[in-house]
């Protein structure tokens, strides 16, 4: 749960968001499920407070730039953080152009390595939608990038990152 947070947040504000995830289940301890499925409910929480963050950080922003006259700069997020080598950046560029939908679902797939039930059970979908909804963001993703980059990357078209 650490590395998801520290994947969409930056890092001054995962802490925060692990904090809020566990708050949560605390709260609603006797909502969490008992058997293997309370890894993923925790993945789902954790998906609605990095959501939160990310909408309350772009209005503190906005409202930054309309009273003072500031450029309205966001951090840089974490994927721009953790891509050093020049190989992935025609992938993050093309990544970052997906839809957030898309963004989500590959990174569930390919960094938290959730399989399709397990994808979907986050998602609060069917396994079918989750998985048509995988495919086609890693077809919206090559698309958008050289295929001949997609291919050599293989079933890691977006790379790992966040371990610090």
Not at 46 to 51: E, I, L, M, P
Not at 140 to 152: N, W
């Amino acid at each position: 749960l650490r590395a998801f947070c520290l994947r969409r947040l930056p890092i001054e504000e995962a802490g925060d968001a692990l904090s809020e995830v566990f708050l949560v289940a605390w709260r609603r301890i006797d909502e969490i499920p008992t058997d293997d499925t309370a890894r993923l409910w925790l993945f789902g929480v954790a998906r609605n407070v990095v959501s939160n963050m990310g909408r309350s950080s772009r209005r503190r922003f906005r409202a930054m730039a309309r009273m003072g006259g500031l450029a309205a700069t966001l951090a840089p997020d974490p994927e721009t953080q953790v891509v050093a080598a020049s190989e992935y950046r025609e992938i993050m560029a093309a990544f970052g152009r997906l839809a957030l939908a898309d963004q989500e679902v590959l990174r569930l797939r390919l960094w938290e390595e959730l399989s399709v039930a397990e994808t979907a059970t986050v998602l609060q979908c069917t396994d079918k939608a989750a998985s048509k909804r995988y495919q086609r963001a890693v077809s919206r993703l090559a698309r958008a990038t050289d295929t001949s980059v997609v291919l050599r990357i293989g079933p890691h078209l977006v790379p790992r990152g966040g371990e610090r």
